[in-house]
């Protein structure tokens, strides 16, 4: 205390202004303090990390959901249906004796079915037309059939057929075909009505004629094949032979390879031998007419090739 005393006497100061000054050291003091705390709080609020709410963490998670494994179906495409008319087949058939109209109810058309085994047969009412239409698409067996003794055949087409086949015989034109959905195809048989050759009349009297007749093969073609037999024979066919004085009396002589002639004979143009192997082959022909006018020797090369034979 006479230390204190004697320190304030030696400066000149009182108690009092020591005690004021004190007290504002002590003030500030606590102000810097307080200020420095409020600084040192900030700080560590900006350093602490966000406390996220429990509802966000359900609504959002942390972790990767696991994917699905149930497929996901597509639509399928949309089909439009067909018309009934693309998933059937035509067939129009068409004869004519060289272009006219052919009447004769005799006359038939064969259709049928390889797959199904079914089979129709419609007579010719329609002056040789048919159209048959709404047909499945399978293998189908069709041809026109008539008498051979009263027509031939002398030409055929098969208009749009796939995979023809001709199964034509002297008394049938036609064939085997495919038909597809949507098929229109057309068959075409030209007949020709036989005329038969007759012997001469009695009362014939020789002319001065003095051309040959002409004789013509429509059967087989050259080089073409000979695929059926008739009667079990091989035969040619002939159309009647051309001549000036007409049809009647007219006689034709024939051999295949180098078998004998037959001999002058009056007939219905179908030129036959009991057998030939298939192969190759050549037939040789020739007519006479009424006067005795003998048409040059023809030759004609041909194969048969006939299943069996």
Known sequence: MLQFHAMKLQNGLTPLVVLLIA???ITTAIGGLSAYSKIKESKDIENKPEEIPDFYIEEFPTSTPTPSLKPTLKPLPTRIPLSPTLLTAKINVQISDNGTPISDSSIYFFLRNESSAQEQIIK?????????SGLKPAKYKMYVSYSYNDYMNIEKNCDGCQNKEEISNPGSCGYTVDLSAGDNIQLFCTLRRVKPLSSQPVDFQPSDDSTPPNTNIYYP?????ITYKIDGQICAIANP???????????TEYRFDNENWSGFTVGR???????LSNGPHTLSYR??????????????????NIPGN
């Not at 143009?269 to 057998?275: D, E, F, K, M, Q």
């Not at 007519?287 to 048969?304: A, P, Y």
């Open 23 to 25: 007290a504002v050291v």
């Open 124 to 132: 010719n009412a329609n002056s040789g037309y048919w159209t048959l």
């Open 221 to 225: 073609q050259p080089n073409g094949p």
């Open 241 to 251: 032979p051309n001549d000036n004085s007409g049809p009647e009396g007219i006689e």
């Open 269 to 275: 143009g179908y030129l036959c031998t009991p057998s």
């Open 287 to 304: 007519s006479k007419d009424r006067v005795g006018n003998v048409e040059s020797t023809k030759t004609l090369q041909f194969t048969v």
